[in-house]
């Protein structure tokens, strides 16, 4: 079975600070990959995917992430982050090309200070 | 609002007593998810639907829990007699007909709380 690792847990940025959060992933074989983010008091949303292609995925409000498939890791970046991110960030994969049954991480808890 | 809705949002109820939770997702998509999350940890998959059809359950879907999604549409998760260890926030995602192998992603509901006293 498929496993997910989010290591950092809690992270502190100030704003324009950048940002990179961890996830790795074991499983041998294809994988679709995806990081959800949950607001305060807000459901989860999808920030990006990856299922094939271009290893470095762009999604909302400029935040991007890279497979790097030797690595097993699926990082996601920001350059300058603000306020308004702070949050909980989820890394998801689901296995053998399939988006049914995701597993997912722990989480981040990213705070952002003004 | 078309997004998934969950009904109710917050459940209390006593040890031992049965629960029921329903979930109608977006309109159109034909595949329901359940999952399960508890304070501190990401959603724990539960069981998926592919309209009517319950096409895989995880292994922590107990016997007393059961799902059902009757006419491919909404879907109801019912817990029986429950226990302290089902406090836990239980999510429904859904998501639209495939555009090619595993290309579909999941769009979650704001979820049900479930306090067991």
């Known amino acids: 079975a498929q496993s997910v690792s989010q290591h950092n847990h809690h992270v502190i940025l100030s704003e324009a600070a950048s940002l990179e959060l961890g996830c790795n992933y074991s499983y041998g074989g294809t994988v679709n990959l995806f990081w959800y983010v949950q607001y305060p008091g807000q459901h989860l949303q999808l920030l990006l995917k990856?299922?094939?292609?271009?290893?470095l995925v762009k999604g909302i409000k400029g935040f991007e992430a890279e497979f790097i498939k030797s690595k097993f890791s699926f990082n996601l970046r920001k350059p300058s982050v603000q306020w308004s991110d702070t949050a909980e960030y989820f890394c998801?994969?689901?296995?053998?090309?399939?988006?049914?049954?995701?597993?997912f991480g722990s989480g981040t808890q990213l705070t952002v200070l003004p | 609002d078309t997004g998934v809705s969950q009904n109710p949002r917050h459940k209390i109820t006593k040890r031992g007593q049965n629960v029921t939770f329903r979930c109608d997702p977006i309109?159109?998509?034909?595949?329901l998810y359940w999952y399960r999350q508890t304070l501190g940890q990401g959603p724990e998959f539960l069981t998926y639907f592919q309209n009517e059809a319950q096409l895989e359950k995880s292994r922590l879907l107990s016997d007393r829990f059961s799902a059902e999604r009757p006419k491919g549409s909404f879907s109801t998760l019912e817990i029986q007699r429950t226990e302290q260890g089902d406090s836990a926030m239980y999510l429904c995602?859904?998501?639209?007909?495939?555009?090619?192998?595993?290309?579909?992603?999941?769009?979650f509901g704001p979820g049900t709380r479930l306090t067991v006293t």
């Open positions: 995602a859904s998501s639209p007909p495939s555009r090619g192998q595993g290309t579909y992603e999941q769009y």
């Open positions: 309109s159109e998509h034909n595949r």
């Open positions: 990856y299922f094939s292609g271009d290893p």
């Open positions: 998801a994969v689901g296995a053998d090309g399939s988006a049914r049954q995701l597993t």
